[in-house]
T-cell receptor, first 118, second 110 residues
Framework: DTGVSQNPRHKITKRGQNVTFRCDPI?????LYWYRQTLGQGPEFLTY????????KSRLLSDRFSAERPKGSFSTLEIQRTEQGDSAMYLC????????????????FGSGTQLSVL | SQQGEEDPQALSIQEGENATMNCSYK?????LQWYRQNSGRGLVHLIL?????REKHSGRLRVTLDTSKKSSSLLITASRAADTASYFC??????????FGKGTTLSVSS
C-alpha cells in the first residue's frame, strides 16, 4: 500500500497525558498537512510542512500542540497535557506540488488517528 | 474557521436518482475541490475546479462554479448505494491552506 499511513488508528488516554501520532506520507510527496476533525464537522487545518520546514501553523492551534518532520519524510504530531476538548480524529494528508502554496493542491489523506481523552 | 458551507446538511435518495449538493464560500478563491469521506475513514479527492472554470465533469460527477455568487454545486448522477458518504467542498487562496466546509451527508438506499 503506497498511500498515506497513520499510526495508531485509535488512541485512548487520560486527561493530562502526552500523546504522539505518526504520519508516513506518499513517498515522493514534498508537502504534508495535519488536520483535525470532530463529529459533524469538516477537517480543520492545523499545520503544514514543505519538506522538513514547517511553513504554516493555524493561529487557533494551542501551544500544547507541536509537529515535526525531521527528515522531510514522516511527521509526528504531539499533544502535551491533553484535554477532553482534544478528542477528535487527527488526519494527515500529503501532496506533491512545486508551485506556490495553495495553487491547485490536491490532497491525499490517511485514515486518521481517533483520539479519545477521558 | 470554515470557508465553505454545504447545503443541504443531509440528503437521502433512492438508487438511480441524482444527488445535488451546494457549497458557498466567503472569499475569493484559487480553486475549489470536492472530497468524499466514508464513515470513519480519511477523505478522498473527487474533483478540482479552477477559479477560471465554470463546469467540470468526471464520470458521474459534474461540478459547477459561480464565482460571482461564490458558490459551487456537485451533481452525482445515477447514484448507487456505494455513493453513501459525506461530501465536503474545500477551497483556498494562493498562499493559504485548503479550508473545508462542514459537509453534506448523503444516504443512498437500494
Amino acid at each position: 500500500d503506497t498511500g498515506v499511513s497513520q499510526n495508531p488508528r485509535h488512541k485512548i488516554t487520560k486527561r493530562g497525558q502526552n500523546v504522539t501520532f505518526r504520519c508516513d506520507p506518499i513517498s515522493e510527496h514534498n508537502r504534508l498537512y495535519w488536520y483535525r476533525q470532530t463529529l459533524g464537522q469538516g477537517p480543520e487545518f492545523l499545520t503544514y510542512f514543505q519538506n522538513e520546514a514547517q511553513l504554516e501553523k493555524s493561529r487557533l492551534l494551542s501551544d500544547r500542540f507541536s509537529a515535526e518532520r525531521p527528515k522531510g519524510s514522516f511527521s509526528t504530531l504531539e499533544i502535551q497535557r491533553t484535554e477532553q476538548g482534544d478528542s477528535a480524529m487527527y488526519l494527515c494528508a500529503s501532496s506533491k506540488n512545486f508551485g506556490e502554496f495553495g495553487t491547485n493542491e490536491k490532497l491525499f489523506f490517511g485514515s486518521g488517528t481517533q483520539l479519545s481523552v477521558l | 474557521s470554515q470557508q465553505g458551507e454545504e447545503d443541504p446538511q443531509a440528503l437521502s435518495i433512492q438508487e438511480g436518482e441524482n444527488a445535488t449538493m451546494n457549497c458557498s464560500y466567503k472569499t475569493s478563491i484559487n480553486n475549489l475541490q470536492w472530497y468524499r469521506q466514508n464513515s470513519g475513514r480519511g477523505l478522498v479527492h473527487l474533483i478540482l475546479i479552477r477559479s477560471n472554470e465554470r463546469e467540470k465533469h468526471s464520470g458521474r460527477l459534474r461540478v459547477t462554479l459561480d464565482t460571482s455568487k461564490k458558490s459551487s454545486s456537485l451533481l452525482i448522477t445515477a447514484s448507487r448505494a456505494a455513493d453513501t458518504a459525506s461530501y465536503f467542498c474545500a477551497s483556498n487562496q494562493a498562499g493559504t491552506a485548503l479550508i473545508f466546509g462542514k459537509g453534506t451527508t448523503l444516504s443512498v438506499s437500494s
